[in-house]
């Protein structure tokens, strides 16, 4: 028995599955509840601000990925390319490089954004009646579409790579 990989393994696994959970529940239906109550919903996304979710997540998907690296050096014989261009290989490569992209779009765009729209609304409230309210109004909601757009697009890698984890070692 490899204590060390099985140790890997539960890591990469139970983080990846809560990563990947949180992110799709987010997208599907979290986020669009949130929208649609409106005003009221802001406070919502201030709570998990202040559970510190977008400081969570990136943690979480740090270590998802550092151990599937390790994962994929042990499993690869530290990256023999037989093995990298076998079906296995490429499924587990195409799944790691999806799983990196998602988290380059999710703590680059997606937790900028939603961070910025934040700390716009707290400058919103703040702010006198007039013009600059609008001017602040028009910044969050663009703000917010980007983190909407991107939280889909790492949703969507996210998704190629539980797919290509779940059926690589079976090709």
């Given at each position: 028995?490899?204590?060390?990989?099985?140790?890997?393994?539960?890591?990469h696994?139970?983080?990846?599955?809560f990563?990947?959970?949180?992110?799709?529940f987010f997208?599907?239906f979290?986020e669009?509840s949130v929208?649609?109550?409106?005003?009221?919903?802001?406070?919502v996304m201030?709570?998990?601000?202040?559970?510190?979710?977008?400081n969570?997540?990136?943690?979480?998907?740090g270590?998802?990925?550092?151990?599937g690296?390790?994962?994929?050096?042990?499993?690869?014989?530290?990256?023999?390319?037989?093995?990298?261009?076998?079906?296995?290989?490429?499924?587990l490569?195409?799944?790691?490089?999806?799983?990196?992209l998602?988290?380059?779009?999710?703590?680059?765009?997606?937790?900028?954004?939603?961070?910025?729209?934040?700390?716009?609304?707290?400058?919103?409230?703040?702010?006198?009646?007039?013009?600059a309210?609008?001017?602040?109004?028009?910044?969050?909601?663009?703000?917010r579409?980007?983190?909407?757009?991107?939280?889909r697009?790492?949703?969507?890698l996210?998704?190629?790579?539980?797919a290509?984890?779940?059926?690589?070692?079976?090709?």
């Open positions: 028995m490899n204590t060390f990989m099985i140790t890997l393994r539960l890591v696994i139970a983080l990846g599955v990563w990947a959970g949180t992110i799709f997208v599907i979290l669009p929208r649609a109550a409106g005003p009221d919903g802001a406070s201030r709570g998990l601000q202040k559970r510190q979710f977008l969570v997540m990136p943690l979480v998907a270590l998802t990925i550092l151990s690296i390790a994962l994929y050096w042990r499993v690869s014989a530290g990256l023999t390319p037989t093995w990298i261009t076998s079906p296995v290989g490429i499924s490569t195409v799944g790691g490089l999806a799983s990196v998602a988290f380059v779009m999710g703590v680059f765009v997606m937790r900028r954004a939603a961070l910025r729209a934040a700390a716009l609304g707290a400058e919103l409230q703040q702010s006198p009646d007039g013009p309210q609008d001017v602040l109004r028009a910044e969050i909601q663009a703000l579409t980007r983190a909407r757009t991107s939280a697009v790492v949703a969507v996210l998704g190629v790579a539980v290509t984890m779940a059926v690589g070692r079976y090709l």
